[in-house]
C-alpha cells in the first residue's frame, strides 16, 4: 500500500487474479483497516502451492510429484475459487522387500537393528523412483567405556595393559557382556 496521509483512503489494483480495484483506510492513528477487495473480480484462481493462476472453468493437470506416479488434476470453479484436487489416480512408489529390507515407501528411510553385542542401526533410503539405496551401517560394537588408564574395549574381552616403570609384565580387566568393567 502507497504511503497515505492519515484519515485517508488509499486505492490500488487488485491482485493478478482479479480486475478492479481495492481500497483501504488510514485512520487517524496512522494505522491501516483491513482492505476493501469487495469490487474485485476474480477471472482466475490464483496460484496456490503447486497450482498455477487458472482461468476461471479450467482444469489443470500435474504429476503426482516425487515417491508418486500418475496425475492429479484440479479445476478453477465458478468466483475464482480452487475446487479440492484430484489425487484419485496417484499411487505410491515403493522399494518392494529384499532380505531383512521391508517393503518401503519412496523417499523413506528403512531401519534394522544391529547383531546381537552391536549397537545402532542399520538403514537404506528408497529412492523417488522405486531403487534401494546402500545400507548405512551404523553398527558398532558394544564396548566398555574409558575408564582412567584403561582404553575403551569391546565387550566380552580383555584390555591390557603393561606395568608402569619399574614393573614387568601386564595386568588384565575384562569387559562385561553389559558393557561394564568386572
Not at 483497516?33 to 502451492?49: G, M, Q, T, V
Request: hydrophobic share 25%; net charge negative.
Amino acid at each position: 500500500w502507497p504511503e497515505t496521509p492519515r484519515d485517508s483512503w488509499a486505492t490500488i489494483g487488485c491482485p493478478s487474479h482479479a480486475t478492479g480495484l481495492r481500497s483501504r483506510y488510514c485512520n487517524s492513528n496512522s494505522q491501516w483497516l483491513l482492505p476493501d477487495e469487495s469490487s474485485c473480480i476474480n477471472h482466475s484462481c490464483p496460484a496456490d502451492d503447486i497450482w498455477p493462476m487458472t482461468s476461471i472453468g479450467n482444469k489443470v493437470i500435474l504429476t503426482c510429484g516425487l515417491g508418486k506416479r500418475g496425475y492429479r488434476s484440479r479445476s478453477c470453479g465458478e468466483g475464482g475459487i480452487w475446487e479440492d484436487a484430484d489425487e484419485s489416480s496417484c499411487s505410491q512408489i515403493v522399494c518392494y522387500e529384499e532380505g531383512d529390507w521391508p517393503t518401503t515407501n519412496a523417499l523413506e528411510t528403512a531401519t534394522l537393528p544391529c547383531l546381537e553385542g552391536w549397537i545402532g542401526s542399520k538403514n537404506r533410503t528408497c529412492s523417488a523412483g522405486g531403487i534401494w539405496g546402500t545400507v548405512v551401517d551404523g553398527c558398532r560394537q558394544r564396548t566398555c567405556p574409558t575408564d582412567s588408564l584403561w582404553p575403551e574395549t569391546v565387550i566380552n574381552t580383555y584390555a591390557t595393559l603393561t606395568c608402569p616403570s619399574g614393573y614387568s609384565g601386564t595386568y588384565k580387566r575384562y569387559c562385561t557382556a553389559d558393557g561394564t568393567w568386572n
